[in-house]
DNA sequence: TGAGTTAGTTTATGACCTGAACTATATAGC
DNA sequence: GCTATATAGTTCAGGTCATAAACTAACTCA
């Protein structure tokens, strides 16, 4: 019915290549190179030919097909006072684009981004999500979804593909979300496909830890690096791990629940059922009641303990502390597990980096001295909405990697919108 | 030069892909079926053809490509009173094989190794390492190589490739052993091939660790499963990660450090420059210090560990009990960062196993109760030898996936063997 | 001996990339 | 304005490879 998403590769291993294969690994090197070139305007078969190594042959014939997919448009290119016959343009087609949203405790978002990964809208709606259903924050979601497909249209762009986050584990095969313990979900399977009808490639669902640390492979050039630990520091502490530009998710797609490392044996019991799990100590809630100021509406509690930090409160300015040396332990033993030496601090990490910084260098010097260098513990660029921009990013990548799906008319793809 | 090493894919991610890589996948993937084949017997066309889903022409044409290169061979099939034209059977050929190598801190070893991935042969010499010269090491090495390399000749086999085991930080590119501080070794540039000069395939060299998972991989007959850690207690404590029957190996090779892993923010020094690492408490010489049997030669204190286990030294349960502990807390915080819920013991601690087991378990539980599962804690079944086997089957499964560096000429492949 | 059955090969076809020849379109110099 | 030159893009012959179908080979059963 519908097409492989991306995403779910479940090659059995014991698929033949045939010679289509080889088509399909070409549209992708060409449309990946038309993508890159982005930054630096339009580029031309020609040019396309010596950056992939295909021959002008080769290259006019797949873009032919990304032509009439839609997936790229030509453009005409200034003059550029060369001898020769001048070359025609070929950009992503800006009328396509594809949408990030994220369910977070506290907000919803969605923004829609352009197959150059440009941000053109954004929305976010404050929402107390804990507790909520499933089925009510969906309908939600898909509200401030529609605002934004409303625009979408009216600027002529068609939505292609989606993806959402939400901050709990994920099975993207089934499209559940099999618990996050902050939203007092489990087992909840999301119709997330519902949210955007018309996208071909249908939406993804990822976790939050994940989404944001994909944003941070392309919205900041190159600082990050193909290989780094993003922690998101939310409710939850959880963490994504990118290894040469990609995910890591392990096995089961889990990988990354760093915020139940196991830092003090006899420490605080976790929400996970553990004891002393990195959470226990540097979870916004922990950290905010052992700030003292654990009884404060949602919504105002980050902004009072940085008043409290400001005005130099010596509870808050030691839970900050003590967060950032057991954070430092993490990352340390986390940078050696997967052989990386960058990290990337997100959410309210990024947020208290002022006061949380330096603690967490001298505890991860003190713990692994030269593992990680002072100019290797980066900040999250992409803000609060990182996890919806990099859902986004990702729906992009899956088609740069796999673009028949947007060409072909593929199997039994007959009567898409009855 | 020489042909492109297996396990060092450097893709510049801009190679287009050609007709021939058709070639090549189907080439690996019926040579693949004929390797999976191997238990049950040799393997016909006909049913090559059904499992790897290519054409009955296909198939032929790999298999005479396969069978001038010498990688598999015809057997005649004993009658199976089945109706219809009898098939010729295919299989490994026998009269190749792989070399497993090994140095450790205080042995040196080496393994003869079917493409079957049966041992054929192993020896094995004790030496003291620590404080060795590399060179010193190569040398001793390459003369019990060189009894293999003998005994394989005599028995008309030719050697194709070779692994090298080293428990210590990798360079692969460069055959470059980071470090190894337990062999005291730093910067040592290994000439790994000159230990197999005639092998077609080279010589990888590979971290213990990492060896020692991959022979966990195939030994055991589907227990441990695609996903798990293997930690290998030896002198340091490592870990090698499977993930869909694969190592993963982070972004330079070097992921799996769980020896280094923060446990005790007040703990002691650790050889790494950290406090508290892992291996200061569950490393080999830090239980035998914890139990008062520093000061013993190295051959015999695992032995006198275990005898002081058996009459129930209190000094000895307890220093294995706190071990266990810490290791428990090491490998939950390990499995929920990787995703994965089975853990294999290695090295002392698959030997201490039957102290170490039920702390450890009760650790586990204690602080990620339902994570791992009591049956997915197993020991290691390949024993000691297990990182030579391990590397024997990393060079095996690098032919298989590759199997045309052994079956064509190859560019610029003139003057082999000058 | 011949029908039925399974194994493996041959042959025609189509998809795809390549390389070379070719057409198209510009600039530079006269 | 005309011609030489340079660059962009297309067309076409040729080679590799998998596929499907026809064909040959070898064995069992009756």
Redesign the pocket.
Known sequence: MSEPQPGSETRSQSI?????D??RT?LALALTSIARAAPSGPI????LATAT??????I?????DLLTGGVVREVALE?R????????GLEMNPGRAVVGMEINVDYIAAELVSLTRERLLCVKRFRDNRGSSAADVMADLAELVNTLLAEAADRGIAVIGGGLAVPGLIDQATSTVLTAPNLGWSGETLDARGLLPEARLGVTLLNEANAAALAEVRSRTGTAGPDFVFVSGEVGVGAGFVIAGSLFVGPAGHAGEIGHLVLEPEGLPCSCGGIGCLETIAGQDAILRAAGLADDPLETDMSRLLSALSSGESMAVAAVQRAATFLGMALVSTARLMGVSTVVLGGHFAVLAHWLVPPLFESMQRHAPGLIRADRVLLSSAGEGGAAFGCAGSVVQSLLDAPQFLIRPGPADVAEHP
Do not use: C, D, I, M
């Open positions: 033949p290549g045939s010679v289509g080889v088509r070409n031309t078969r020609a040019q190594g295909l021959t002008k042959a080769s006019s014939s797949l873009v032919l003059p006072a060369e001898r020769g016959r001048p070359g025609v």
